[in-house]
């Protein structure tokens, strides 16, 4: 008994240990899903004090790198909390309305505002480069994205107060659709970079796409596409830069959401079958227009050309398996698919298959 207690210390998790491990939890929680895995770790950890301090370090890096939006009191707009609009730790500047949002990360609320300061705020020359993008990009946002929320950051040389200075603009898009009662959550995340750059009279544009989706009926599958982009246009007027800009954006990202659909309606057809060789041992190719018409008894040792022997055994065991399964024919592609890789990896050997005797009656 001793050495049992003894060995029950060693392998006990230190405080520290338990933290991160919460944060990690919490960091990757899926888009609008981390107050769930919250409640979750909070009664696994048991230990008020370490989920506490855990989620006071995740939660503000959660919601930054998320760039969640979140209302502000009396409706006078919103604020999207990321590290480009952020003052102080729980400050966060929305220069639309000039209005600092006090947000409580854990929580996930907007408290309180306050005005702006004016050293927080870009000069009237940078101003109206800032507000001139922010209004085609708002444009651009309701078009393209339901609920979607976006922002106009000066974050370099904002206290220009002419020409002749080298200033830098970051657009940032963010969009959520969130059903967790159908066991689905989505998310899209843009941040692009503009860099003026007054000498060579050129704008360069660099931006970052990201998108995330869960879905999680009997299930947990996600999806976590990220994409770089670079692009540039000449210095121009104020309104005319903007509309040169959110047309890159439009482009970029509209080309990025046609490749992401495209890839994944061919999924079931390509993507899928290329994750298996394209030929057995046996050098033939497997029919899969003739699926759902097989006998898994009779046709696949006559479509395949192997003996009875090489086969007999898997062909019981599956077709014993499908006695469970009422929808086979739902299922009967992925059932002849395993049935070739398992053939491929006994190399056609009989072979009995692990807890049933070959010829037994199951």
């Not at 097989?294 to 696949?300: A, D, H, I, K, Q």
């Amino acid at each position: 008994m001793a050495d049992e207690k003894d060995e029950l210390q060693e392998t006990e998790l230190s405080y520290d240990q338990k933290k991160e491990i919460a944060k990690w939890f919490l960091l990757n929680a899926p888009a609008g899903e981390i107050n769930y895995v919250a409640k979750d770790l909070k009664e696994v950890l048991s230990d008020e004090e370490v989920y506490n301090e855990a989620a006071m370090e995740a939660f503000p890096v959660y919601n930054k790198s998320h760039m969640i939006c979140l209302e502000m009191p009396s409706r006078v707009g919103d604020v999207i909390v990321s590290s480009f609009s952020e003052i102080t730790e729980n400050e966060y500047l929305d220069p639309r309305t000039a209005q600092v949002a006090i947000v409580d990360h854990v929580k996930q609320i907007c408290s309180k505002v306050r005005p702006a300061y004016d050293e927080e705020l870009p000069s009237s020359y940078i101003e109206e480069f800032r507000s001139a993008l922010d209004a085609e990009i708002q444009r651009y946002v309701s078009e393209s994205y339901p609920k979607g929320v976006s922002t106009v950051n000066s974050v370099k040389g904002k206290d220009a107060d002419g020409p002749g200075t080298d200033f830098e603009l970051v657009v940032l898009i963010t969009a959520r659709k969130l059903s967790p009662q159908n066991f689905c959550n989505g998310s899209w995340r843009s941040v692009w970079h503009i860099d003026f750059q007054d000498e060579s009279q050129v704008l360069d544009i660099k931006g970052k796409v990201q998108v995330g989706a869960h879905y999680f009926e009997e299930g947990n599958v996600e999806l976590d596409a990220k994409k770089e982009f670079q692009d540039s246009t000449i210095f121009q007027s104020a309104d005319d830069c903007a509309i040169a800009i959110a047309n890159i954006i439009r482009h970029h990202e509209t080309e990025y959401l046609g490749a992401l659909e495209v890839a994944y309606s061919k999924l079931p057809d390509n993507t899928f079958k290329d994750l298996r060789r394209k030929l057995p041992v046996t050098r033939t190719l497997f029919p899969w227009q003739n699926t759902l018409q097989f006998s898994l008894t009779r046709e696949v040792e006559k479509e395949l050309g192997l003996g009875k022997n090489s086969i007999i055994d898997y062909v019981y065991v599956v077709s014993v398996y499908l006695l469970y399964k009422p929808r086979i024919s739902s299922r009967y592609q992925t059932f002849c698919a395993n049935a070739m890789n398992i053939l491929d990896f006994l190399k056609l050997q009989k072979a009995p298959m692990p807890g049933i005797e070959p010829g037994s009656p199951g």
